[in-house]
């Protein structure tokens, strides 16, 4: 007898209108993995809409950071590495400059995680406060992860280099934090940039307070 | 290929355009004009003697800053020309944002059309620091 009425609540599987994303070539399963760095690279720099729209909101923290270290400590210590010569031709001495080379080898990915979580961090702050947080703080690290690491190889070119980078990254970031969050553009950039330029203002203002106690302390003397 | 005119539906990129504009605009202006602080200068002509293709970039910026285009130009045309059109670009992204306005989009991109677009691409940088290598920038 079928005890079913119409009172009774219907297990069923929640409506989702959205299909599920495939995440980037970097999480499947299958294929070589040099080709799936080099993939989700290409998918980042080329189609950045695609990518991000596939992305998926979960699956951990470690996958996109494990992206992100692969591309970005290379290329922090190969722009170190290339950078050398000139810090050398700047009164360093060669043993300054190797102990910092041998800083930057092993303590940059430590570093890259901390960024990472910062960089997240602000944004997600962003997103709360402009009402765009509509996926939790996983979502929008991971999109930082894949939208700095996708053009994290141009550290390694000096001077220029991370200015492009970081430049680009913040783009990236846009998109993805639109893309994953569902909110619109105006939203995305507000959450992304206004945070970004507090931080900026902040270091300025205690530049200049620093600046201005040292040259104070210099001028009693 | 086409330019056609289409609503903004995915990804509104003049706005994006615009705030990244008014982020870093304010930058430049801070660091060049109001703090006077240095510009960090590229090292790739001072260490291998040769110039890399932004080199005389950050120059060509700050004359563009102070008014002289062809200053500018002579300095790094690829870097000026990008500003420059990217200058003409904004009131053209301001009003479209302004009024809702269709926004011109090029669609139909082939990979024939993009692979020429990227040799186009290398080749303008290829000319660029050819011209920076010969005038010893």
Not at chain 2, 72 to 87: E, H, K, Q, R, Y
Request: proline share 7%; glycine share 8%.
């Amino acid at each position: 007898m079928n005890e079913t009425t119409d009172q009774e609540p219907i297990d069923q599987e929640p409506f989702d209108p959205e299909p599920p994303r495939e995440g980037p070539p970097w999480e499947q399963a299958d294929g070589d993995f040099f080709a799936r760095v080099w993939q989700t690279i290409v998918g980042v720099v080329s189609d950045p809409m695609e990518l991000f729209a596939q992305l998926r909101r979960e699956g951990g923290i470690f996958p996109p950071y494990l992206f992100y270290l692969l591309i970005a400590w290379p290329a922090v210590v190969l722009g170190t590495l290339l950078q050398l010569p000139f810090d050398m031709m700047m009164g360093s001495s060669g043993g300054e400059a190797m102990i910092m080379f041998f800083v930057v080898l092993f303590l940059t990915p430590v570093f890259l995680f901390i960024g990472l979580i910062i960089s997240a961090g602000l944004t997600h702050l962003g997103l709360m406060v402009f009402g765009g947080a509509n996926h939790p703080f996983e979502a929008t690290f991971r999109v930082n992860a894949y939208a700095y690491g996708g053009v994290a190889w141009l550290n390694a070119v000096p001077f220029c280099g991370s200015t492009i980078a970081f430049i680009w990254g913040i783009v990236l970031e846009i998109i993805g934090v639109a893309k994953v969050q569902e909110i619109s553009t105006g939203k995305a950039a507000a959450a992304v940039l206004i945070p970004l330029a507090v931080v900026i203002v902040l270091f300025v203002c205690i530049g200049l307070i620093f600046a201005s106690v040292i040259v104070a302390a210099f001028s009693s003397l | 290929m086409k330019v056609s005119l289409q609503r903004p539906s995915a990804f509104d990129w003049e706005l994006l355009g615009l705030a990244m504009f008014a982020f870093l605009a304010p930058i430049l202006v801070v660091w060049i004009k109001i703090l006077a602080w240095p510009i960090p200068n590229g090292h790739s002509r001072l260490l291998w003697d040769f110039p890399c293709p932004l080199c005389g970039g950050t120059r060509s910026l700050e004359l563009l800053m102070s008014g002289n285009w062809q200053a500018a130009v002579a300095m790094n045309p690829m870097v000026t020309l990008l500003v420059s059109a990217f200058l003409l670009w904004m009131p053209y992204a301001a009003v479209v944002l302004w009024r809702q306005w269709p926004r011109l989009r090029i669609i139909g991109w082939t990979t024939r059309s993009i692979r020429w677009a990227m040799l186009l691409v290398f080749l303008i940088v290829l000319a660029n620091w050819a011209y920076i290598w010969q005038m010893g920038i």
